[in-house]
C-alpha cells in the first residue's frame, strides 16, 4: 500500500503546486503594487509644495528733483556761480550729498578760466583738475572747511552748443544742540557783599599793620 500510494501521493503534491503556483504568483505581484503604491503616496506627501508667488509689485516712481529751482541754503556760502548760469535740476539729497546742474551758453575756456580763479578768491582748496579740450570737458575736485565738493563741465546733451555744469556737494553736518553741554550764564550785578562792605572805624593793631 505504501509503494502504491507513493506515486499518487507524488503527482497529487504535484498537482496542487501547479495549480497553486499561479495563485502565489498574482498575491506576490498584488503585493509589489501595492507597495508600489504606498511608496508613490509617501513620495507625494513628503515632496514640499511650494505655494505660488505673487509678482513683485511695481515700485513708484519718485522725482529726485526739488520742488523749486533755487539754491538750497546748504551750498556753500561763498561758492562762487557762473554769471547767467540757468539752474537746471536741484536734486533732493543723497546720502550726505547734493547735486545741482546748471547750463550756459559760455564756452570751456572762459568757464574753466571763471573758476578756477573765483574758487581761489573764495578760499577754496582745489585738489586736482583734469581738462579734455577734444571733448570739451573740464573736472575739478575742491574742499571748504573739510566739506568737499566737485564740479564737472560738458556739452549739453539736448543742445551741443550750451555747456552743463554739475556740481556735486557735501551738505553740512548737522550738531545735536541736546549734545552740547549747558551754557552757564551768571546774573551778578555790582560788586558783591563783601565789596559793599563798610571800613572798620576802630582797626586792630594786626589790621592797622597790613
Not at 10 to 37: D, G, M, N, T, Y
Not at 143 to 161: A, L, N, V
Amino acid at each position: 500500500m505504501n509503494y502504491a500510494a507513493g506515486p499518487v501521493q507524488s503527482s497529487v503534491k504535484q498537482f496542487v503546486e501547479a495549480e497553486q503556483a499561479p495563485v502565489i504568483s498574482r498575491r506576490r505581484s498584488w503585493r509589489c503594487a501595492l507597495a508600489l503604491c504606498l511608496l508613490a503616496i509617501f513620495a507625494c506627501k513628503a515632496a514640499p509644495t511650494s505655494a505660488p508667488v505673487a509678482p513683485p509689485e511695481p515700485i513708484p516712481h519718485r522725482a529726485t528733483d526739488e520742488a523749486s529751482k533755487e539754491l538750497p541754503p546748504d551750498l556753500y556760502k561763498t561758492m562762487p556761480i557762473y554769471p547767467g548760469a540757468k539752474v537746471e535740476h536741484v536734486r533732493k539729497p543723497k546720502g550726505a550729498m547734493r547735486e545741482i546742474v546748471f547750463s550756459t551758453d559760455a564756452q570751456l575756456n572762459p568757464l574753466v578760466a571763471f573758476y578756477k580763479e573765483e574758487l581761489k578768491k573764495a578760499n577754496f582748496h582745489i585738489t586736482s583738475t583734469l581738462i579734455m579740450p577734444a571733448r570739451k570737458t573740464w573736472s575739478c575736485d575742491f574742499h571748504i572747511e573739510g566739506r568737499p565738493g566737485s564740479i564737472t563741465m560738458f556739452p549739453s546733451d539736448d543742445d551741443k552748443s550750451r555747456m552743463t555744469i554739475d556740481l556735486i556737494y557735501e551738505l553740512p553736518a548737522h550738531i545735536d544742540t541736546s549734545l552740547l553741554e549747558p551754557k552757564e550764564d551768571f546774573d551778578v550785578v555790582g560788586p558783591g557783599e563783601i565789596a559793599q562792605q563798610a571800613e572798620n572805624p576802630n582797626p586792630s593793631k594786626k589790621a592797622k599793620r597790613n
